[in-house]
């Protein structure tokens, strides 16, 4: 099995400056502009969501499970 070190390289370099970006709120803008309209509304008009922010749920920590993506 032969693997390219020098893409392995690249991509490993390509995470840390994703993850160590300068300005971390040029990031968020730049991938909060990309998002489809109405992402997470399924989410936030859930009943039980609801009842755990407003702190009425017995459950006090939120674990939200499933395929994520990035664009």
Do not use: N, P
Request: aromatic share 14%.
């Amino acid at each position: 099995m032969f693997l390219d070190l020098t893409f392995l390289v690249e991509e490993w370099k390509k995470l840390l400056k994703w993850l160590y970006a300068d300005s971390v709120s040029a990031t968020h803008s730049e991938i909060r502009e990309s998002r489809a309209k109405e992402s997470g509304k399924w989410l936030l008009d859930d009943l039980e969501f609801r009842k755990w922010k407003e702190g009425y749920s017995e459950k006090q920590l939120l674990i939200c499970t499933g395929k994520g993506a990035f664009l």
